[in-house]
């Protein structure tokens, strides 16, 4: 084997060990989503949404101790909006997850970045993807994971516009708050916007130790943990490679609400699953053509 050869497989070799660290991250935010799902008759969903924005500033707060030198006006509209942005993403997500299952919801959501891939694209092929996810979608409403209540759709559905905001305003973040400053000040805003719905939600509960254990798991399974990963993966891993990735992700939560939460799906459910994957897949590349695809967030769904 030649020295290039040896090199390309070596660089092969790597790039396939970061893709494995995002791929690693998406299930632990899908068993993190799992473990949330089991804590909604103890707190709500909105209860749940507080403690995991709540325990990921506590935990993102020390490692990044962001300064506050410096930090101008727009910088904070900036921040504080991808805090509330963050928080309502969360609550809509949990909310669904309250009325439908895992896969189902997860498939809706994924919508809101794979529109924002469309439209970034320009192109009229990437409307053929739109097209494809169109129809993923509508097959999940023939019982491919059971009756579907409209309103958990709808819910899924907003998680999904406000993904889309959250990817851009975690780029504006990025731009404007060094390492992991603006992400840290974010999780701080988003859990005190959540606190007065949580703390309604949970009541005493809250008080429980074994509630609050639990609770940081999931900010450790669905926020830090994949979060640390993809962090590391985006040192090597080209955007739209990354945001290829993350395309996976109804996939994982399809088979984690199965394994964890026994939510069983169709034949049907898997063809409409694989068609909005494709279409992610699709749209990413239709993008790539005239720019990066969006940086992808920590879903936090």
């Not at 507080?50 to 020390?62: D, E, T």
């Not at 999931?218 to 990735?245: D, K, Q």
């Not at 939510?263 to 590349?285: D, E, H, K, N, R």
Request: proline content about 5%; aromatic content about 6%; hydrophobic content about 60%.
């Amino acid at each position: 084997m030649t020295d290039g050869a040896a090199t390309g497989a070596g660089s092969t070799t790597t790039h396939s060990r970061y893709a494995a660290l995002v791929v690693a991250g998406l299930v632990f935010q899908e068993v993190g989503a799992s473990v949330a799902v089991l804590l909604f008759p103890q707190v709500g969903a909105l209860g749940m949404v507080f403690l995991r924005v709540l325990f990921s500033a506590v935990i993102l707060l020390p490692i990044a101790r962001p300064s506050l030198r410096g930090v101008r006006g727009t910088s904070w509209l900036t921040v504080i909006g991808f805090g509330l942005v963050l928080a309502l993403m969360n609550g809509l997500f949990y909310l669904s997850l309250d009325r439908i299952p895992l896969g189902a919801a997860v498939t809706i959501e994924v919508l809101g970045p794979l529109v924002l891939s469309v439209v970034a694209a320009r192109r009229a092929i990437a409307w053929l993807w739109a097209g494809l996810a169109a129809v993923g979608v509508a097959l999940l409403g023939e019982g491919s994971f059971g009756d579907l209540d409209p309103i958990g759709v709808l819910l899924a559905a907003g998680a999904g516009a406000a993904w889309a905001g959250y990817i851009l305003l975690s780029r504006q973040t990025g731009r404007r708050f060094a390492k992991l400053d603006g992400l840290a000040l974010a999780m701080l805003i988003g859990a005190i916007a959540a606190a007065p719905f949580g703390i309604v939600s949970a009541g005493s509960a809250l008080l429980r130790p074994e509630v609050l254990l639990l609770g940081a798991a999931v900010a450790l399974l669905s926020s830090t943990i994949p979060y640390g990963l993809e962090l590391l993966a985006l040192r090597r891993l080209h955007p739209s490679a990354f945001a290829i990735l993350l395309s996976l992700a109804p996939a994982i939560a399809a088979l984690a609400g199965l394994a964890l939460l026994h939510q069983t799906f169709t034949w049907v459910g898997v063809i409409a699953v694989v068609l909005v994957v494709s279409a992610s897949i699709g749209a990413v590349w239709s993008a790539r053509a005239h720019e990066p695809a969006p940086e992808a967030p920590d879903e936090m769904g």
